[in-house]
């Protein structure tokens, strides 16, 4: 007998170091740009006014503790001031409209960054109305010099997420002293610490990491290693990279997680998704209470037709970003396996 409720006393120990290991599990998915569509210069918008473009994804994208993605436009039904273009039926200028947001909640996201650079695509008003319209529908977001970052309560833990670009209104990625400041004083209100940053050079030939500012229609889009490592440096958990419409390496820094490119996730209308432009990881995190990496799943995706996100079963972006980590951070120990589980060596 006494044999007997040792082995159940076994039983519920393990049990409840089990249920422990799991609440203190962290999901953290990461997607990169987002553009639904847009109403200028003309109607790019998808069929049926966009309610199923996410539908073959929202399942993943619903299951992680929190969501993330990059909303590269702005959501804005007003007229704004847009950009001066040389050609106006080449103006890469995105106005999505404010009901877009609903499908955004609805495949579950909690995060989203607006610094990039087409958040400014229609002056400083639709800028705001974006965040506006984020911020109502239950999407916390970050990334203007007014407000850089976010905090948002979640299941009794608190996520801060901070977001960078290059691009005026936005926080700086070439300020490091004030992104530093940012960070740390973040990481002093929250429990786990998200970056975004949108930075490197943009087009197919940009997916290498190249250590150094990366300068881009004479822009300085930053040095996307050094911030990332500055960042973490200052209490970032999870660094998510976005910018260059091209997927680049992931890295492991201080048992915290970069990825320097997320590229283009759900882009409707007006994206040249040929090639490399039109493959993207949905990335998982598994991080622990403290923000440490505990293992990633890169889950893989393809854009077809206009610009619909679709599971993709070729895995064919976990191929390039095994081989890009090889060859860009080769020191990062991490072993990506054909099915997309990354883990620490």
């Known amino acids: 007998m006494r044999a007997f409720f040792s082995f159940l006393l076994l039983l519920f120990s393990l049990s409840c170091f089990a249920q422990r290991n799991k609440k203190d599990t962290i999901t953290i998915i990461g997607v990169g740009d987002i553009m639904l569509g847009t109403t200028y210069p003309a109607g790019y918008l998808p069929p049926d006014d966009?309610?199923?473009?996410?539908?073959?994804?929202?399942?993943?994208?619903?299951?992680?503790?929190?969501?993330?993605?990059?909303?590269?436009?702005?959501?804005?039904?007003?007229?704004?001031?847009?950009?001066?273009?040389?050609?106006?039926?080449?103006?890469?200028?995105?106005?999505?409209p404010e009901r877009y947001v609903q499908y955004l909640k609805h495949a579950g996201f909690d995060l989203m960054s607006v610094a990039n650079n087409h958040s400014g695509d229609f002056g400083p008003e639709a800028r705001k109305r974006t965040m506006e319209v984020l911020q109502n529908a239950g999407i916390a977001n970050s990334g203007t010099v007014g407000k850089p970052f976010v905090v948002l309560e979640k299941g009794g833990v608190k996520y801060g997420l901070a977001s960078f670009a290059p691009n005026n209104g936005t926080q700086s990625i070439n300020n490091y002293v004030e992104a530093k400041k940012i960070v740390s004083y973040l990481d002093s209100l929250c429990d786990i610490v998200i970056v975004s940053f949108h930075g490197g050079a943009e087009g197919r030939t940009k997916q290498h990491v190249p250590r150094k500012n990366e300068i881009f229609l004479g822009e300085n889009r930053g040095d996307v290693y050094k911030f990332a490592r500055t960042v973490i440096d200052a209490g970032a958990d999870v660094v998510f990279g976005h910018g260059p419409h091209v997927t680049r390496a992931i890295d492991l820094y201080k048992d915290r997680f970069?990825?320097?490119?997320?590229?283009?996730?759900?882009?409707?209308?007006?994206?040249?998704?040929?090639?490399?432009?039109?493959?993207?990881?949905?990335?998982?995190?598994?991080?622990?209470?403290?923000?440490?990496?505990?293992?990633?799943?890169?889950?893989?995706?393809?854009?077809?037709?206009?610009?619909?996100p679709v599971l993709d079963e070729t895995g064919e972006v976990i191929e390039k970003i095994k081989q890009l980590t090889r060859e860009d951070v080769p020191e990062a120990r991490l072993i990506i396996s054909a099915d997309g589980i990354v883990r620490e060596y």
């Open 50 to 96: 966009g309610k199923n473009l996410l539908t073959p994804v929202e399942k993943i994208l619903q299951n992680a503790t929190i969501t993330f993605g990059n909303h590269e436009g702005t959501l804005f039904d007003g007229k704004g001031t847009v950009k001066q273009c040389a050609n106006p039926n080449m103006c890469y200028a995105f106005k999505s």
């Open 258 to 308: 970069i990825i320097y490119s997320l590229g283009n996730f759900a882009t409707y209308g007006r994206f040249n998704l040929d090639g490399a432009a039109g493959i993207a990881p949905i990335m998982k995190v598994f991080v622990d209470k403290d923000g440490r990496f505990l293992k990633g799943e890169i889950i893989a995706t393809k854009q077809i037709g206009e610009g619909e």
